[in-house]
C-alpha cells in the first residue's frame, strides 16, 4: 500500500543520529527506560483481591489481561484503575501493567499477543491501532485487528524548545522565528525529534509547525528518537526538537534545560490525545472482560477528574515501579493547569489541565469516530496513506474506523456502569473542530480540509 511504510523496519524506527544543539518538544511520550526485562517492559500485577460487583450476567470470561503502558500521564487510567482496585471490582483481579521501553516496543509486544509473552493491548498514539490493524506498521506488514475502545485523555502535552533559542520568537505563532529557521536551514536545520512516526506526536509538531508556513518537510529535520534517551539528549544539546508531555515539561522548565512554546491545549483545545486499545482477537474471545476493563477505566477516569484526588494521583504515579519521579510534585502543578513556561510566561488555567473523563466539549473517554479521521487525514496530508483513503467522503477511511472504532462496546459498559444518559454521546461525531490558527475541521468534508492547508504533501 505504502512503499514508505515497507522501508521502515521494526528497528528503523528507532534512530538515533545526532543532530544540531537546540530543542523542541512536544507530545506526552517520553518515558523513563524500563529496568531490563523480557520484550523490553517491566511488569506490574495487581495485588488487590476484593470480590467484583458485576451482577453474574456480567461475570467476564477471565480475571486476567496484560496490558501495556508509557510512563506519562496518558497511562493514569490503567495505573490507577489497577492501584485503586477498579479493575478488580469488576471482576479483572488479575491485570498485568507492562511498563513499555518505546513505542516501538509496545507494537512489536501486541503482534506477539500475551500468550507470546507481549501484550493484549493497552495505551497507543492514534493511529497506531488502525496502522496495526491494516498491517502498515507490523513485521512483514501482517494485518493484527485492533479495537479502539476508550479515549484516555485530552491535554497534558507540550512544545518545548531549548533554552538558547530564548527570545528569539519561537512561541505558539513562529512567524517572528521564521527568519531563524530560514538560516538554519541553510546550515544545519533546526531538528524536531518525535518517538513514533505517523502518530499524535509527529502530527502535532507538524501542524504547529504548518501553521505558521514552515514546511515540516523540507524547512526542518524531523526524525525519530526513543522515548528513554530524549531527555538526556536535550540535556547534552544533541537535538533541535522533540515532543513531550507532563511530567516532562516541569522538569525541562525547573532543570533550566528548555522552556516551553505552547501547550497543544493552545494548538487544539480539547483535542484527543491517546486511547486505550485492544487486539481484537481477545476481545472476541473476552467480551465480558473487555467491558469489566473499560469499566474499571472510566471509573479511574471519573476519579482522576476529581481535582482533590489529584495529589494522590501524583504520589502513586511518581513511584518507582511507574514514572520513576524524584518527586511527586514533579506532576503536581500540571495537573491543576499550573505551567511555567519557562519563558516568563506562566499558565494558571484548569480549563489548560489534563481531563480524563469530561472536558468543555462533553465526554473525553468517548472515543469519537470523527476524531479517528483527523488523526488519519493527516496522514494523507503528509503522504503517509494514499489519497484514496479520504476519496469519496472518505468512504476507506470510514470503513476502516467502523472496523477499528468500537464505540459501541464503550456505550455499553457505560451502561453497565450506571453512567447518566447525559454523559453518554449520541453522535459517533464530536462535529466541527477548530484549531488556534482558525482552520477548522469539518469530519463530513475531509477533503475540504485538506484543500483549505498550504502546506501538505498529499495533491488535492
Known sequence: MSEFFNQISRRKFITTAGVSAGAVFLKGCL??????????????????QGAAITNPEQKPETTKAKLGYIPIVESAPLIIALE????????????????QASWGSARDNVEIGSAGGGIDGGQWQMPM??????????????????YVLAQLITHGNAIAIANKHLGKGISLKLDAAKPLFAQLKSSTPFTAAFTFPHVNQDLWIRYWLAASGIDPDTDVKLLTVPAAQTVANMKTGTMDAFSTGDPWPFRLVNDKIGFMAALTAEIWKNHPEEYFAM???????????????LKGIMEAQQWLDNFDNRKEAADILAAKKYFGLSSPEIL?????GKYDMGDGRKIDDKSMAAYY??????SVSYPYQSHDLWFITENVRWGF???DYIANGAAKAKELIKKVNREDIWKEAAKELGVPAADIPSSTSRGVEEFFDGVK????????????????????
Open 129 to 146: 491501532p488502525h496502522l496495526i490493524t491494516e498491517g502498515l506498521i507490523t513485521k512483514g506488514n501482517k494485518k493484527i485487528p485492533m
Open 332 to 336: 503536581a502543578n500540571p495537573y491543576q
Open 279 to 293: 487486539r481484537g482477537d481477545w476481545v472476541d474471545q473476552h467480551p465480558k472482560a473487555t467491558k469489566a476493563l
Open 441 to 460: 475541521f469539518d469530519p463530513e468534508k475531509p477533503e475540504e480540509y485538506l484543500k483549505s492547508l498550504k502546506i501538505k504533501k498529499v495533491a488535492v
Open 31 to 48: 518515558g523513563n527506560p524500563p529496568e531490563p526485562g523480557n520484550s523490553g517492559s517491566t511488569s506490574t500485577k495487581s495485588e488487590v
Open 357 to 362: 473523563w469530561k472536558d468543555e466539549k462533553g
Open 385 to 387: 496513506l494514499p489519497k
Open 84 to 99: 485503586k482496585g477498579f479493575f478488580a471490582k469488576y471482576g479483572m483481579s488479575e491485570v498485568e501493567l507492562s511498563k
